[in-house]
Each structure stands twice: as structure tokens, then as C-alpha cells.
């Protein structure tokens, strides 16, 4: 292939990868922003900031402590845990921060609140993780197409190949 970076970017398969990467990011970016959502007393206006994380875990940890063996101490850490997580792995999906690794730990994340969420009476929620996991796998399948990326900007400037070498034309 010799018009390696041109011939890359109008691949089917490069953006598939692409639109799921920015799927799954703003799911987990949005989900871990909603976590800091609240009210300021001052102004009654609706605001995002890490000091509300606290008020609105706490519905979901009362639920957890109800209905599952889960320790409390472990619930409290996961909850002032998760939304960091959220958003942290949201960024890098989307801008393609170390794309695989991000995506892994987009994996996680959602497989560790299927795992919660498997534990309540009613469980309809672990469907829509399962679909989000599935979503995750068919972008670390497509990954080797990554565009428009950072990773894609370091590998430049460290002088790798554009070239894929199972690809053959």
C-alpha cells in the first residue's frame, strides 16, 4: 500500500472504530458527569462538581447495602471510585489515549457494575452492560484501524509504520 495514511483513513473499518470509540467514551464520560450533578444552594442553578459525588451515590449505595453481600466499606470506596473512573477512561476513549488500555478498562468498569447490578431482584440493567460490553469488544476488534487518535500522533512521532502487515491488497 503506498498511499498508506489516505488509503487508512477512508477504510470502513477505521471509522466503525472510530464512531464506537466516540460512543463509548461519551457513555462513560456522561455517566461519570451525571454522578456530579447537584444543586447550588446560592445560585438554584444545576451545576457538575466532584463535591456532589457523595449526595447522589448514595440512593445506589442504600440499594446495594440492602439487597447484596457486599461490604459496606467496599461499597463506599466504589462509589467515590467510580465516577473518577468514569470519566478518566471517557476522556481516553475519546480522544484515543492509549486505545486498547482505555478500552480494557472501559470493560471493566462495566463488567464490575454488571456484577452489582446482577446482584439486585431485578436485574433488567445487566442486559443494556452486557450490550455496552459488546459495543467495547467490536471497537478493541477494530482498534488495529484506529484514526484520529493520539496514539495515532505518538506513533508518528516515534517513527512507526502507518502500514498494517497482515493487510495485503
Given at each position: ?17 472510530f464512531?464506537?470509540r ?34 447522589s ?11 447484596t ?18 470519566v ?13 488500555i482505555?478500552?480494557?478498562a ?15 431482584p431485578?436485574?433488567?440493567d ?23 487518535a ?17 493487510e495485503?491488497?
Open positions: 500500500m503506498s498511499e498508506k495514511c489516505c488509503n487508512r483513513m477512508f477504510r470502513g473499518e477505521a471509522w466503525a472504530c464512531f464506537l466516540m460512543w463509548i467514551g461519551m457513555r462513560l464520560l456522561f455517566a461519570g458527569l451525571t454522578k456530579w450533578k447537584g444543586k447550588n444552594e446560592a445560585t438554584g442553578l444545576s451545576e457538575f462538581s466532584p463535591s456532589y459525588g457523595p449526595d451515590m448514595e440512593p445506589i449505595i442504600t440499594v446495594m447495602k440492602e439487597f453481600p457486599i461490604p459496606e466499606g467496599m461499597l463506599g470506596l466504589y462509589a467515590k471510585f467510580l465516577p473518577w473512573a468514569l478518566i477512561t471517557g476522556i481516553w476513549v475519546i480522544i484515543g489515549l492509549f486505545t486498547r482505555s478500552l480494557i472501559a470493560s471493566g468498569i462495566i463488567l464490575s457494575l454488571s456484577l452489582g447490578l446482577m446482584l439486585l431485578d436485574d433488567i445487566t442486559v443494556r452492560r452486557g450490550v455496552e460490553l459488546i459495543v467495547i469488544a467490536l471497537a478493541l476488534m477494530t482498534v488495529k484501524h484506529n484514526i484520529l493520539v496514539d495515532n500522533i505518538v506513533d508518528l512521532a516515534i517513527g512507526k509504520s502507518d502500514e498494517f502487515p497482515e495485503k491488497d
